[in-house]
């Protein structure tokens, strides 16, 4: 039997983070396929059951229900012994990075995403350009931090990488973002990533069904 | 001598998250005024000296230099023994909504604010059309929790309180948003904060210059 189960659909970059997470530690999960597309997030009783907060991911263990990428990654870093800060300075700086990745690295690309890809109707382009300059900001930021080190906290990957590249492993069809070119530390950053042992693109870890349903 | 400086403006809301905490603890803090409006948070030396994410807050204690209001006020909540968790699952929903904030709650209503009041263009009306309904979608989740709490995890207040009200402290001309007639559970709970000892107003407790620079 399956140790955790991860609400999610293959869509969600946020979800993706903890699968990957996942498959990187060798846990036993299965994915529970949450239909965002037909609006169960928005649904009262789903959201009074599973997450107030009406998102996903949300990572079952043991009876306990969690929610929040960020909080799942550091509790999934304490359960498995894996990816975790070695002390309260690496614990303190995997925390910096991963709120850094929710208040503006993720948040920004991901809504430019869905709103460029899967919102009906698109995102008006004056929406678009606004989420663009913030975007260009946040990955100088990390291009730059990732010039001279292999991950974030330099030699070692941690959920802190997992957090921020999330979203990185979706097809340039869907971000409209070819990193190859633009951003080449934060692309070599990626393809690292994508060479750790049991490390699986999102539409393969996780399940969804077209993303405009009918 | 100061235990604690903290590198701030006025304007700023993450940084008032922190100063408040400080003032709550009674810790013995001086602020060190960042000039924002003349863009020194954009100077390549600040950012190589203070902070690489060219943000404020920055915590000084002990020689050690802390940013990201979400890992601070955790740094503080352990130094000072007040406001954090008392158990792991505590420490877990304080995280599920410092990370809720920096994500949805803080990030959309503070950038919709900054656009509003100090941008120089403004926010363009569709970008804040945008900005308002993200906006809108939050603060119903909030309320709703708060509808028969008084605070985010029960009966006392926490750094998760002082992260996700942080920026309902500013004057309604300043946010556009006058939560008393429209989120009365959000509004009396920033009351009970407010009320707590200590508790001073953002302009009180920061320094500040004129919003827009000459």
């Avoid at 991860?6 to 949450?34: I, R």
């Avoid at 990955?139 to 802190?160: M, N, Q, Y």
């Amino acid at each position: 039997m399956a140790d955790f189960k991860l609400h999610c659909f293959a869509q969600s970059g946020n979800a993706y983070k903890v699968a990957m997470m996942l498959d990187l530690t060798g846990s036993a999960w299965e994915p529970v396929f949450v239909d965002y597309f037909v609006g169960q997030t928005r649904d009262p009783a789903w959201r009074a059951e599973v997450s107030e907060m009406g998102e996903v991911p949300v990572l079952e263990h043991r009876g306990e229900r969690l929610t929040q990428s960020g909080m799942i990654l550091d509790a999934l870093a304490e359960i498995t012994g894996r990816f975790g800060g070695r002390d309260a300075r690496e614990r303190r700086e995997i925390w910096r990075w991963i709120l850094f990745d929710n208040h503006k690295f993720t948040s920004y690309f991901a809504t430019h995403r869905w709103l460029r890809t899967f919102a009906e109707p698109k995102g008006h382009p004056e929406v678009m350009a606004f989420l663009a300059g913030r975007i260009s900001n946040n990955l100088g930021i990390v291009e730059r931090h990732l010039k001279d080190r292999p991950f974030l906290l330099g030699d070692r990957p941690t959920i802190a990488d997992l957090s921020l590249a999330g979203y990185l492993f979706y097809p340039v069809e869907e971000t409209g973002y070819d990193l190859d070119t633009t951003h080449p530390a934060i692309a070599a950053w990626a393809d690292r990533i994508s060479e750790l042992p049991g490390w699986r693109a999102p539409y393969e870890a996780m399940p969804a069904r077209a993303a405009v349903a009918a």
